[in-house]
């Protein structure tokens, strides 16, 4: 049974370099078999049991320093003799600074290093993700301080809240989810590229297979269940916060669990894309990538399909960010695009290196199908 496969290491460089896959995972119960509409829950369970067998086999020491460092900096500066003496509602801003103990004060440093160093370990131990690192911060800041606001004017929100009250919260919440999609967006769509470059074959089915192998939908329910804890955790702190009676230790405690297992779904939601992807990957939108590949030499665009030297008619040959010219593949039942020389993945024939018009008939090097437009 697919449970009884011990792995050998696995190595982070490679995405291939694995003792068991997706495919390899089975459920022992279903809860498909109740009704077939819970297939949906049976996915999600297949994903995750793969991905949690495969993090106890990757995970090491470095992994769990990062997030005792991240779960140290939270607690840190979440428990405070301070906190349950209710403040001093005059005082605020710098005198506020002021008037914290020296023991709470060592606290907020040690914190603020820490959370520091998190980041640090984070984009070191992914870095595959350390280009998203930032749009992380911006969307954990902004569920955060949007819950700051909501209580603002209404301490026990949301009861009591008023519309006009909660705009700021709101516009704060909907940055958090625009990054967040941002950042999924970023993320599923360099996993298709990578399919599609990566795992090419001429029958359909296989690359269907591979698509799946590659499935992030349990991993997009992680995403969502990452932002949804932040939003708890946001409403939990400034809800205990708000109240001048230190009374509703209940809700602090929210606070606190949903802290610790924000740090860890971070750091899994993090590792993972990278595991798929390899470290060689680049994580971002098509659109990104395309921006990328209209400017490959400074001063010069070169367009996105060629065009014949002669009449210039269009022609199917590109070039890709690194400079690659990019042809169809030269077998007629192979659909697929490669670089011009190499070797197709799909049926093993060569990329062509010339390339007939078929508007006025002149054969060329592909590379003189590509035109060079100058740039303003």
């Known amino acids: 049974m697919a449970e009884e496969i011990i792995p050998t290491e696995i190595s982070a460089d490679g995405h291939g370099e694995m003792s068991f896959r997706l495919g390899d995972i089975v459920l022992e119960k279903k809860f498909s078999d109740l009704h077939p509409m819970l297939a949906t829950v049976d996915q999600i369970r297949h994903e995750w049991k793969f991905q949690f067998k495969l993090l106890r ?5 470095p992994h769990l320093m990062t ?23 005059k005082v605020t801003g710098i005198d506020g600074l002021a008037e914290i103990g020296g023991f709470a004060f060592f ?18 131990n992914f870095p595959v993700m350390r280009g998203h690192i930032i749009n992380v911060i911006i969307i954990w800041s902004s569920l955060f301080l949007s819950q700051v606001l909501l209580h603002v ?16 919260g709101v516009m704060l919440t909907a940055v958090g989810c625009f990054f967040t999609y941002f950042f999924w967006k970023a993320v599923t769509e360099t996993r298709d590229y990578h399919v599609q470059e990566n795992h090419v074959h001429t029958d359909v089915r296989v690359m269907e297979e591979a698509m799946a192998e590659h499935s ?14 932040m939003v708890i955790n946001g409403w939990s702190g400034a809800h205990f916060i708000a109240e001048r009676d230190v009374t509703n230790y209940a809700v602090y405690a929210v606070h606190l669990i949903s802290g610790v297992v924000l ?8 590792w993972f894309p990278q595991r798929m992807l390899g470290e060689g990957a680049k994580v971002r939108t098509k659109a990104a990538a395309a ?54 993945e799909g049926c093993n024939e060569k990329y062509p290196t010339r390339y007939t018009c078929t508007n006025c008939g002149i054969n060329s090097p592909v590379v003189d199908f590509i035109p060079d437009k100058e740039a303003w």
């Open 107 to 124: 606290q907020l440093v040690i914190s603020g290093i820490l959370w520091l160093w998190f980041f640090i370990q984070i984009s070191v």
């Open 263 to 270: 740090i860890y779904l971070l750091m899994h939601m993090l």
């Open 57 to 61: 086999h990757e995970w090491g020491q």
């Open 216 to 229: 992030l939908f349990a991993w997009t329910i992680m995403v969502v269940t990452w932002v949804l804890t």
């Open 67 to 89: 997030m005792l460092t991240g779960i140290f900096a939270f607690l840190l500066g979440s428990i405070s003799a301070d906190l349950f003496a209710g403040g001093d509602p």
């Open 153 to 168: 004017n209404s301490p026990n929100f949301p009861i009591g809240a008023s519309p006009g009250d909660a705009l700021g």
């Open 291 to 344: 921006a990328d590949a209209d400017l490959l030499i400074e001063g010069v665009i070169l367009a996105a399909e060629g065009e014949c030297p002669s009449c210039e008619a269009n022609a199917p040959i590109s070039q890709n960010e690194n400079g690659e010219t990019i042809v169809d593949c030269a077998s007629p039942n192979c659909n697929s695009r490669g670089v011009a020389g190499e070797t197709c």
